[in-house]
């Protein structure tokens, strides 16, 4: 049989000339990119093995606080709940002010089983379906809250390497950037649109394996995976995105001295290193613009404003190759200086400082936001501070709608009028408490809470128990 096959074809010698000529340009031109890409190295790599002492101290601090709930029961023991509405300060067995609950959703049910919490962000697709952005220790869970009374949770993407109670999410272009301070974890990218095509399939499948009436919620329980991944640090306390610039910036790594680690994510099939900005030291969150307030000096600039442990320091970015400290500013009763939030007309910010309210003596537990007059870049001061009536540490806030949007650990969501940022007119408008067992000034109950769903609707992530979707009563709390 043999000598009956054709014989073999081959290329004449100019093609296999072309062929192979073509091959090594290739190869020349990976090779020219992967030597022009831009790496962490040298100086980018000088960190304090810790990151931040301080910081080490905090966290240690918490660990022990919810290792000691964990033996309590406290800790991913809630089972997931339908809606409820808020009636004479109750919505169940949440104390409440003018926001009603539409579901509550369990750890457990989020699809993590270590069961603790941590930050929350949100994501609208093209359709005007809205998505919950769950952190949790072992990985990050992403769940339809379209309808705030059936959410649908969808999958699970488990963590890069080993689980960590600190984990954080924010999203640019329909990607979601993922980092956490477990080991050598890296920055995880997921491709939020993929989510479309799942929760449009459960939608039409008119199936679903929950009573929502029952559990508050639908589970399709997929196990998702990254689009990309970025490998140039390892841990980070928080991921934090210029959606107007798309550049990312890390803060808390192992590199750029905890600083700024500054990565171009206009495309994220391939976010590249650009720059460290690392001359104050550890960056615990940061708020990075393009700047449109009265300092006329830096308008169109990239303005960042640092929570830098014991200081609001102010940098302009602009020139990646060229950044400018603007100011660095302390303040009386400086414990820990955590994260803060601009008004949109950017002259105010208000400021939480995680510790000042165990710390500090004068407060005696309750929760202190204070709130910055930022108009000169050069010199922002102190206008004035809101003291709640809360015993309570205060942890994220945004400023949206005209609201002051809060997280306050034990006192849960806090919702306080902007009021022009003038303090003594910033009352508090409505709250729900997600720790009712919680009234201390303890690590325990609210993370995060995500403020910019067009809905209105609400989403809070805590530590213990797990996700909550909330209906805010607009017109209660005018």
């Not at 980092?179 to 499948?205: I, P």
């Not at 990312?248 to 290193?273: E, N, R, S």
């Not at 650990?409 to 940022?421: H, I, P």
Request: aromatic letters at 10%; proline letters at 4%; glycine letters at 8%.
């Amino acid at each position: 049989r043999s000598g009956n096959l054709p014989p073999i074809s081959q290329p004449k010698p100019d093609k296999m000339k072309s062929v192979f000529t073509i091959s090594a340009s290739a190869l020349l031109l990976l090779s020219a990119e992967a030597a022009s890409r831009k790496k962490c190295e040298g100086d980018c790599q000088i960190a304090h093995p810790l990151g931040s002492p301080r910081m080490a101290g905090i966290m240690e601090e918490k660990r022990l606080r919810w290792e000691m709930e964990d033996k309590m029961g406290l800790m991913g023991t809630t089972p997931s709940s339908g809606a409820a509405a808020c009636v004479n300060g109750q919505a169940g067995d949440y104390g409440c002010k003018n926001i009603d609950l539409g579901a509550f959703v369990s750890h457990a049910d989020l699809g993590s089983t270590i069961r603790r919490g941590s930050d929350i962000w949100g994501w609208t697709d093209a359709n005007g379906n809205e998505y919950a952005i769950a952190c949790c220790a072992d990985g990050t869970s992403f769940v339809d809250v379209t309808d705030p009374e059936a959410p649908v949770v969808l999958g699970f993407l488990p963590t890069q390497t080993v689980p960590s109670n600190w984990r954080d999410v924010k999203v640019y272009e329909g990607h979601a950037y993922i980092g956490s301070e477990a080991l050598d974890h890296g920055m995880q990218v997921f491709d939020l649109h993929q989510l479309t095509a799942a929760t449009e399939k459960h939608r039409m499948s008119k199936e679903s394996p929950r009573d929502i009436a029952v559990d508050g919620h639908a589970k399709l329980g997929l196990t998702l995976n990254n689009t990309a991944f970025y490998h140039e640090f390892g841990s980070s306390h928080n991921i934090v995105i210029n959606e107007a610039s798309g550049f990312l910036y890390a803060v808390g790594t192992k590199t750029c001295a905890g600083g700024l680690h500054i990565v171009d994510i206009h495309d994220p099939a391939d976010p590249q290193f650009v720059a460290c900005y690392s001359d104050d030291g550890y960056t615990h969150d940061s708020e990075c613009v393009i700047y449109s307030g009265p300092d006329a000096a830096y308008q169109g600039h990239e303005i960042c404003f640092n929570y830098n442990e014991d200081t609001l320091t102010i940098v302009d970015v602009t020139d990646k190759n060229n950044m400018e400290m603007l100011c660095r500013v302390g303040y009386e009763g400086a414990k820990y200086t955590h994260q803060g939030w601009l008004n949109d007309a950017q002259t105010r910010l208000v400021m939480d400082d995680e510790k000042d309210e165990q710390s500090y003596a004068p407060l005696n537990g309750h929760t202190r936001t204070i709130v910055w007059d930022v108009e000169s870049l050069a010199n922002p001061f102190i206008i004035g501070n809101i003291d709640s009536a809360e015993v309570a540490i205060d942890h994220n806030q945004y400023v949206h709608n005209n609201y002051v949007w809060q997280s306050n650990y034990c006192a849960g969501l806090r919702v306080l009028d902007e009021a022009g940022m003038n303090p003594a007119d910033m009352k508090e408008r409505a709250y729900f408490d997600v720790s009712p067992e919680c009234d201390t000034a303890e690590f325990s109950g609210a993370w995060s809470v995500y403020p910019f769903f067009a809905s209105g609707n609400m989403i809070v992530q805590s530590i213990e128990k797990g996700l909550f979707v909330m209906k805010p009563d607009y017109a209660g709390m005018k």
